[in-house]
C-alpha cells in the first residue's frame, strides 16, 4: 500500500502539545503575568515622584527656618549671668 507519511495517530507530534509549548506554558505559569510587572513599576514611579515632591517641600521649609533662625538674636552664652550683667542700685554709685 501507498504511504504518504500522515498517520491518523492521536499520539503524534501534531495532535499533542511539543514539549517545547509545553515548557513555555509551565515558564509563563511560573511568572507573573506582564501586566503584573507594568502595574508594579508604575505605582513605584508614582511613589518616587511622590517623594521627590515631598523632598522639595521639606528642603523649602528648613531654608525658611533657617532664614527665620538667622534673625534671632544669638543665644546668651551665660544664662545665669544675665542679671549681673545689668546695672542694679548697688553699682548706680
Known sequence: MYSTGISNNS????????S?????????AAFPNVRY????????????E?????????????ARLEALLKMLPPPNPHPGQLGKA????????
Not at 11 to 18: C, D, E, K, L, V
Open 50 to 62: 511622590r517623594l521627590l515632591a515631598d523632598i522639595a517641600q521639606l528642603r523649602d521649609a528648613v
Open 20 to 28: 517545547r509549548t509545553k515548557d513555555k506554558d509551565d515558564a509563563e
Open 86 to 93: 545689668l546695672p542694679g542700685p548697688d553699682m548706680m554709685g
Open 37 to 48: 510587572f507594568q502595574v508594579h513599576f508604575q505605582h513605584l514611579h508614582e511613589t518616587n
Open 11 to 18: 499520539n503524534t507530534a501534531a495532535a499533542r502539545p511539543s
